[in-house]
């Protein structure tokens, strides 16, 4: 084999390798749920605080009109 076919027979073979390991993640545990219920759950009620601060707005706005 010359030098070009080894070169690209070894890139194969890590590519190979890599695109297999990249398969194998672990599952996520209960602790990792938990976390991201918690995420979910503070994103939602940023969201909803912040509705609530246009209504405000809104509504002052209104009443100096």
């Given at each position: 084999?010359?030098?070009?076919s080894?070169?690209?027979?070894?890139?194969?073979v890590?590519?190979?390798?890599?695109?297999?390991?990249?398969?194998?993640?672990?599952?996520?545990?209960?602790?990792?749920?938990?976390?991201?219920?918690?995420?979910?759950?503070?994103?939602?009620?940023?969201?909803?605080i912040?509705?609530?601060?246009?209504?405000?707005?809104?509504?002052?706005?209104?009443?100096?009109?």
């Amino acid at each position: 084999m010359n030098k070009i076919s080894r070169g690209f027979l070894a890139a194969m073979v890590l590519g190979t390798l890599f695109i297999a390991l990249a398969g194998c993640q672990k599952k996520e545990g209960p602790a990792e749920r938990a976390g991201k219920a918690m995420d979910n759950a503070v994103e939602k009620a940023g969201d909803k605080i912040e509705q609530t601060g246009d209504k405000i707005k809104d509504a002052t706005q209104d009443l100096k009109k």
